[in-house]
């Protein structure tokens, strides 16, 4: 499974703007230049983000974007599903019950379709709090 070129970015510019002062807004500039991301791109996904409420835009001079809620408070996950990003293993695509003619399952359905609740399940449990603070590996409560 591969996580696309959208979700990893939603990701890595949240978590840039998690560990920015919050008491200022951020410019899409400065995080396009740290993350080496095209502003035009981000523009993009941080519509999505605000719309689905991660984030909150502020207008005119000093405007820029701040987290809508503590960073900890936000998973990787949210952020992802945000950017309409899917956390799919399967190769089916949600059109009938398998990916095979007829719309049968193949033999390796069940194992993929659990990777990847595993994986979100896995993903919803990591805020951007946690990866800021580099509490990815090992027991993430015993880190904190």
Request: charged share 25%; hydrophobic share 40%.
């Amino acid at each position: 499974m591969q996580l696309s070129t959208k979700g990893r970015y939603a990701v890595m510019a949240m978590t840039d703007l998690a560990g920015r002062p919050s008491e200022k807004a951020t410019p899409l500039a400065a995080i396009a230049e740290t993350q080496q991301i095209s502003k035009a791109y981000l523009e993009q996904l941080f519509a999505r983000l605000r719309r689905r409420g991660l984030v909150d835009s502020v207008r005119g001079p000093g405007g820029g974007y701040r987290l809508a809620r503590e960073a900890g408070a936000l998973s990787v996950a949210e952020v992802v599903a945000a950017v309409d990003e899917p956390l799919r293993a399967t190769r089916c695509a949600g059109r009938g019950p398998g990916c095979m003619k007829g719309g049968a399952r193949c033999l390796t359905h069940d194992l993929w379709a659990e990777t990847g609740r595993q994986i979100e399940t896995y993903l919803a449990g990591v805020s951007l709090a946690d990866v800021i603070a580099g509490r990815l590996t090992g027991d993430r409560e015993r880190a904190a």
